[in-house]
């Protein structure tokens, strides 16, 4: 009788840790990815700073070693991913967006699209810009945004960190 009370009470205390201690890792999805583990990307357009924000960006997830990478080619058509830079305005409320195809929250990914808000980025330190790019790049990868400041997918929009962390690297080698 006191040894099944005891199991009982220990249940209880294992049920309850369980709710309240964060997960050891934390990253969100938005629902679809490539099916490809190789991404290939075209800059169209950039001038120098956000050529510069680009490459460092791509650099930043291919120095990670994660299981999925991002590989240059010449030719537009047949490119998974196109980056490229607008004046869209600095009351807009977004400093880069990515739009990834044909569905964001599902299915297979063939094409994404990353704009560089200029009118946003052009005042940011090149630190925040590589943050910006790195982050753009998570969501073509299929990663959503996180609260912890330490990650590239932190959904704050002043970026402090450029490298990806460990829940953005857990992310995307969840994803491929
Ligand atoms: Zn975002």
Known sequence: MKKSMWKVILTGALLYTAVVLPPAS?????GGKYASSTISYIPQGLTANYSLAMADG???WNNANVDASFTYTSNVSAA???LRQDAYGANIGWNARTANKPVMTSGTYTKSDIDFNTSAMDGMTVTARKGTAAHELGHVFGLDHVTD????????GVRTTSVPGPDD???VNALY
């Open 26 to 30: 934390a990253y969100t999805t938005l």
């Open 58 to 60: 791509i650099a930043a």
């Open 80 to 82: 998974n991913l196109v």
């Open 149 to 156: 400041g330490k990650q590239v997918m932190s959904i704050y």
């Open 169 to 171: 690297i857990k992310g």
